[in-house]
């Protein structure tokens, strides 16, 4: 298993110890705006736990993935407020 | 005696009732509605709202065609809650006897002026990528829609106390009457003519109505937009659905303009209890992931059930009740209850005011089967 892995979220390539979360990928870039209410108001993670779905960003073209529940691999397309 | 309060009162806040009350208060009858417990929270809230021509037998194509071209008139009034999505029909071919029913339909629509187009399998897999491959084709029915109905049920509701009628919600119907209603908590309503709209619980308030509870589970996902752009019908639907008695799943499913999408279908009887039914529901899925490889990787937000009204012929009730001429029926419209409550409106008011409706009501009188004891 290598040390780190490489995504890229919103088309900026992340370095990342092997093992990684998605959502501390995300925040690594900065990024608070994991996703939009149906209203338009600005979501990111609250739970960490999988539960509150508030995480939600589009991974490798699937929509609605949980990014505090999804490990980092290498060459994973991440893209957020959707 | 004294003179009755009002002119009409509904039975049940559920589109037909609130339909009817509505279009009597048009008329200028004043209008009672009761509903036991909220308005459109019955078979309204697990009906897909999918505005359908049906070619079922000729009276289920009057009747939706008909009130199909209501809705249509009524569409620019609708509020945006009510999320009107004219996004068209397409009956799904899988085999070549399937096929043989596409032609068979468009045959029956073109001659009955409905706009129908029949797509080859390029055609299809085209106009919704996400099919499976391999399958034959379909019909697209292009004037069909789709709504969210208890936001129309409410819709219907505002228009008659706007209109003057009198609405009481949480208050459940004890008994009919001969000059009214009387309700759990005593009290009595007294109307000219009392409407039974209280879908499958209509039986309960009036005997002798042949209506049965069917029961059907819903599946709304997450927001996938583009996932689908037409309500999608399996053709195998009309073997299943049409079974008066062993339980059936069919593919039926829609998008909504949340780019939510709304799945079913299931049919039940002689279950009487609301619970999500895993077997069922699991069942109903996967016939919708056959057709929608990709629906598998969705997530889904949540499932719910309700109740048809079904009758054995698979037409509503629509007209005076055998046992008292005072009482009229709006009640048993299976699963097409959110399209044809317009046209049933338009033909019980025509009913009681005594007019000649636009539509032969003969086929939807509660009078052409036999009332049981």
């Known amino acids: 298993m290598a040390e780190t892995v490489r995504l890229v979220i919103n088309g900026v390539e992340v370095t990342m110890p092997a093992g990684s979360m998605v959502s501390a990928a995300i925040m690594k870039t900065g990024t608070s705006v994991f996703r939009r209410s149906v209203t338009g108001e600005p979501r990111g993670p609250l739970c960490g736990m999988g539960l509150c779905f508030e995480c939600r960003v589009t991974i490798d073209g699937e929509a609605h993935c949980r990014s505090c529940q999804t490990v980092c691999h290498d060459g994973m397309d991440v893209r957020t407020d959707e | ?373």
């Open chain 2, 1 to 373: 005696m004294t003179a009755p309060v009002y002119d009409v009162v509904v039975i049940g806040g559920g589109i037909v009732g609130a339909a009817c009350a509505a279009e009597c208060s048009a008329e200028g009858l004043r209008v009672a509605i009761v509903e036991a417990k909220m308005i459109g929270g019955g078979a309204t809230a697990a009906g897909m709202g999918h505005l359908v021509v049906m070619d079922d037998s000729e009276a289920q194509f009057a009747l939706t065609r008909y009130s199909q071209l209501l809705w249509e008139d009524v569409r620019e009034e609708l509020p945006g809650e009510v999320e009107y999505d004219a996004c068209g029909t397409i009956w799904v071919a899988a085999d070549e006897e399937e096929m043989g029913e596409v032609e068979r339909k468009q045959r029956f629509y073109s001659e009955r002026g409905v706009a129908v187009e029949v797509l080859d399998a390029r055609a299809l897999a085209e106009a919704e990528p996400n099919l499976r491959a391999g399958l034959v084709g379909g019909l697209r029915v292009a004037g069909d829609s789709v709504i969210y109905p208890p936001c129309a049920a409410q819709f219907f509701v505002d228009r008659a106390l706007q209109r003057g009628a009198a609405l009481f919600v949480g208050k459940a119907v004890q008994e009919i009457t001969l000059d009214g209603v009387r309700l759990r908590d005593g009290s009595v309503i007294s109307a000219g003519v009392i409407v039974n709209a209280a879908g499958s619980w209509s039986p309960s308030l009036t005997a002798g109505v042949d209506v049965k509870k069917r029961k059907g589970h819903l599946v709304i996902t997450d927001r996938y937009p583009q996932f689908l752009r037409h309500q999608l019908v399996e053709l195998g639907y009309l073997k299943s659905a049409h079974s008066l008695t062993a339980d059936s799943v069919a593919f039926n499913i829609q998008p909504r303009r949340t780019g939510q999408l709304l799945i079913g279908s299931s049919r039940q009887y002689e279950v009487n209890d609301t619970t999500v039914e895993t077997g069922i529901l699991s069942r109903m899925l996967s016939r919708a992931i056959e057709y929608l490889p990709g629906l598998g990787k969705l997530s889904s937000l949540r499932a719910w059930t309700g109740f048809r009204a079904a009758t054995p012929d698979k037409l509503p009730l629509i007209g005076p009740a055998v046992a008292q001429p005072r009482l009229y029926l709006a009640t048993g419209h299976e699963g097409l209850g959110i399209t044809t409550s317009l046209g049933t409106a338009k033909l019980l008011v025509d009913q009681i005011v005594n007019r000649t409706p636009k539509i032969d009501v003969a086929p939807y009188l509660p009078s052409r089967v036999p009332a049981h004891g």
